[in-house]
């Protein structure tokens, strides 16, 4: 039996959408329109056959598919493109390719806990090719489409790798979120990456050290403020 995916879904967060719209080519008026909504989106499936309603202020958007089988797709609540698009199975997720005049175009969805995640394709796009404009100016030298796409397409696969080794990792833990440790122990592998990630880490940690000494700070201010008004 497939995963259930029916409910009403409320956003909550999300990470580098301005990329995504950018990789798509949306103007500038749009963007800013789009990245303060907050979409409701509302799922009815039966089986293999969906149907998602996405609800904003701005615009709403419906699309309707089966597993498996190809359709094609105007994707009126983005950047009104036609699309050739197939949903598909992988597991418990929904994996959608959207074929057209972007690349490497398309969307992941699964649940996890209570949550409903998403993951845009196109955003990965973006951000290598961002990548590799800046590599090519400091070493002066030119990346094809070509090979721009396979980078990204191979930057999404790994990425999807390490979400897989990620949600086994916590777990074996018998935890129901991913960890710090977890991060660091799928980046391993790799030398400059683990110490990359433990930089990060550091860093972190260092923000929340001086956040909780900001607020532990502002509490003792206030109660020597009530003190002395006693």
């Avoid at 418990?92 to 996890?112: A, E, S």
């Avoid at 930089?199 to 002395?228: A, F, H, I, P, V």
Wanted: aromatic share 8%; proline share 1%.
């Amino acid at each position: 039996m497939p995963v259930d995916y029916s409910g009403t879904w409320d956003m909550v967060s999300n990470v580098n959408f301005e990329g995504y719209m950018v990789a798509l080519g949306i103007d500038f008026a749009t963007r800013k329109i789009a990245s303060v909504l907050k979409p409701q989106k509302v799922i009815k499936q039966d089986g293999d056959c969906f149907i998602i309603k996405t609800f904003t202020t701005f615009k709403n958007y419906e699309c309707s598919f089966k597993t498996g089988e190809e359709f094609k797709e105007v994707t009126k609540g983005m950047d009104n493109r036609m699309c050739q698009t197939v949903v598909n199975w992988e597991n418990d997720k929904l994996v959608c390719v959207q074929r057209g005049d972007k690349k490497n175009r398309g969307w992941t969805h699964w649940i996890q806990g209570d949550e409903l995640h998403l993951r845009l394709k196109a955003a990965v796009h973006y951000t290598v090719g961002r990548l590799c404009q800046k590599i090519g100016e400091d070493h002066r030298r030119e990346f094809s489409r070509q090979v721009i796409a396979a980078i990204a397409e191979t930057t999404f696969r790994q990425c999807d790798i390490f979400a897989k080794d990620l949600e086994a990792f916590a777990r074996h833990a018998k935890r129901s979120t991913v960890s710090t440790e977890d991060v660091k122990l799928v980046a391993r592998r790799s030398t400059a990456l683990s110490i990359y990630i433990q930089k990060k880490s550091e860093e972190l940690n260092q923000e929340q050290r001086d956040l909780k000494k900001k607020n532990t700070g502002k509490k003792k201010s206030r109660d020597t403020e009530e003190e002395s008004r006693e």
